[in-house]
């Protein structure tokens, strides 16, 4: 389970300009600096690597992106997308000099993305994907919304995060959770629950609608809201937030169990894998974390194991589960990652963790 927060937001806006200066000693003292507000601390990053807070004073930062003119485009639960103009004073003493309103729009919530050339801008609400043509030089959007994918509200995981393929220039893939933390509906595929889907913006012919139209790239995925196209091959992974509360033949297994996953859901470009489209499991199957607290479990982790929604006894339908994609990787429960992005060498890709409110141990927070 996610929890949004405005910390999150700002240090990944500070990781990432980090990860762009690796080489800045991490002593380096800058002009300007902002202080976090308390009671935040200052984060501690790796050798190498330094953090900075750019900039304050945001409603719920969810999602950033770079537009071609170095803007930080920042979607901003509740208001809408802002551009902030950065002043690099070199050392990694990166600070946010003005800021523009591009969208006013207090549907947006999450997602946020701009085209390979610059000139479209997309960002989604808990209902619809939208475009805009957008001057970068400006910072302003040049058109009304256009509406790209519609008929995608529900309650509780209401965020809609976004990804353009650069392997399959024009295809936008788009990650819908469930409405709840079981959704017993997410089991039809009919619903459009828990999925992620990719829609053809060169086909484009009035909004597409996500129950019914574009390429099922996985379903079954409970909560899937980072998703990444691996540079060299084009795979493409997604990281997911996992069940709350769990327990299984009447045993509370949360604080293990299950595992948050890393997913891989195939290829746009045609490649063949098993994985693309496949069911990952959610609602009826999840991940082993630690196996020694699932009752009556005889796999191993990172393999799958059902609780019993429609079934009084569990463990009597893991042999279901063999059917079901498991992740590529498991993660500790509760880590809550919420992002994904490869470096360009497709050497590596880091993952942020929110951690969440369903762990008596703190983790990843
Ligand atoms: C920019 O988008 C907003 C909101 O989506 C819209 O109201 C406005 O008219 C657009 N601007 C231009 C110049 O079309
Ligand atoms: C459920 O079924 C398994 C496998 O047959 C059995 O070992 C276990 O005792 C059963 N659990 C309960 C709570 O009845």
């Given at each position: 389970?996610?929890?949004?927060?405005?910390?999150?937001?700002?240090?990944?806006?500070?990781?990432?300009?980090?990860?762009?200066?690796?080489?800045?000693?991490?002593?380096?003292?800058?002009?300007?600096?902002?202080t976090p507000a308390k009671p935040y601390p200052a984060p501690?990053?790796?050798?190498?690597?330094?953090?900075?807070?750019?900039?304050?004073?945001?409603?719920?930062?969810?999602?950033?992106?770079?537009?071609?003119?170095?803007?930080?485009?920042?979607?901003?639960?509740?208001?809408?997308?802002?551009?902030?103009?950065?002043?690099?004073?070199?050392?990694?003493?990166?600070?946010?000099?003005?800021?523009?309103?591009?969208?006013?729009?207090?549907?947006?919530?999450?997602?946020?993305?701009?085209?390979?050339?610059?000139?479209?801008?997309?960002?989604?609400?808990?209902?619809?994907?939208?475009?805009?043509?957008?001057?970068?030089?400006?910072?302003?959007?040049?058109?009304?919304?256009?509406?790209?994918?519609?008929?995608?509200?529900?309650?509780?995981?209401?965020?809609?995060?976004?990804?353009?393929?650069?392997?399959v220039p024009g295809m936008l893939m788009v990650t819908r959770?469930?409405?709840?933390?079981?959704?017993?509906?997410s089991e039809k595929k009919s619903s459009g629950h828990s999925?992620?889907?990719?829609?053809?913006?060169?086909?484009?012919?009035?909004?597409?609608?996500?129950?019914?139209?574009?390429?099922?790239?996985?379903?079954?995925?409970?909560?899937?809201?980072?998703?990444?196209?691996?540079?060299?091959?084009?795979?493409?992974?997604?990281?997911?937030?996992?069940?709350?509360?769990?327990?299984?033949?009447?045993?509370?297994?949360?604080?293990?169990?299950?595992?948050?996953?890393?997913?891989?859901?195939?290829?746009?470009?045609?490649?063949?894998?098993?994985?693309?489209?496949?069911?990952?499991?959610?609602?009826?199957?999840?991940?082993?974390?630690?196996?020694?607290?699932?009752?009556?479990?005889?796999?191993?982790?990172?393999?799958?194991?059902?609780?019993?929604?429609?079934?009084?006894?569990?463990?009597?339908?893991?042999?279901?589960?063999?059917?079901?994609?498991?992740?590529?990787?498991?993660?500790?429960?509760?880590?809550?990652?919420?992002?994904?992005?490869?470096?360009?060498?497709?050497?590596?890709?880091?993952?942020?963790?929110?951690?969440?409110?369903?762990?008596?141990?703190?983790?990843?927070?």
């Amino acid at each position: 389970m996610e929890r949004p927060s405005f910390r999150l937001v700002l240090l990944l806006v500070a990781g990432l300009i980090a990860g762009a200066q690796a080489k800045v000693h991490a002593a380096s003292k800058c002009a300007t600096t902002l202080t976090p507000a308390k009671p935040y601390p200052a984060p501690s990053v790796a050798s190498g690597y330094v953090a900075r807070l750019v900039a304050t004073g945001l409603t719920s930062p969810r999602g950033i992106k770079f537009d071609s003119e170095d803007h930080l485009l920042v979607v901003e639960q509740t208001v809408g997308v802002t551009a902030l103009t950065l002043n690099d004073a070199g050392q990694g003493c990166i600070i946010e000099k003005s800021r523009n309103t591009v969208i006013t729009d207090n549907t947006l919530n999450h997602g946020i993305e701009i085209s390979a050339d610059g000139k479209t801008l997309f960002a989604s609400s808990s209902a619809n994907a939208y475009m805009w043509d957008y001057d970068a030089k400006k910072a302003m959007n040049t058109s009304d919304p256009k509406t790209i994918v519609n008929n995608m509200d529900n309650s509780d995981h209401a965020t809609r995060t976004l990804l353009l393929s650069k392997k399959v220039p024009g295809m936008l893939m788009v990650t819908r959770g469930s409405t709840s933390n079981i959704d017993a509906s997410s089991e039809k595929k009919s619903s459009g629950h828990s999925q992620i889907k990719a829609f053809d913006l060169n086909k484009l012919n009035g909004p597409y609608d996500f129950d019914n139209d574009g390429k099922l790239m996985g379903w079954g995925l409970r909560n899937d809201v980072g998703i990444a196209e691996e540079p060299l091959h084009g795979g493409i992974y997604s990281v997911e937030n996992s069940v709350d509360q769990m327990s299984r033949d009447g045993v509370d297994i949360h604080n293990t169990n299950p595992a948050e996953e890393l997913n891989f859901l195939g290829y746009l470009d045609g490649k063949s894998s098993p994985n693309e489209g496949a069911n990952f499991g959610y609602p009826d199957c999840y991940t082993a974390w630690d196996v020694s607290t699932i009752p009556h479990f005889n796999g191993q982790p990172g393999e799958q194991f059902s609780i019993g929604m429609f079934n009084k006894n569990d463990s009597l339908k893991d042999d279901g589960c063999a059917s079901r994609q498991a992740p590529r990787l498991p993660f500790h429960p509760h880590m809550a990652p919420l992002d994904i992005l490869f470096n360009d060498e497709g050497s590596a890709a880091w993952i942020t963790f929110h951690g969440s409110w369903d762990s008596d141990v703190p983790v990843g927070q």
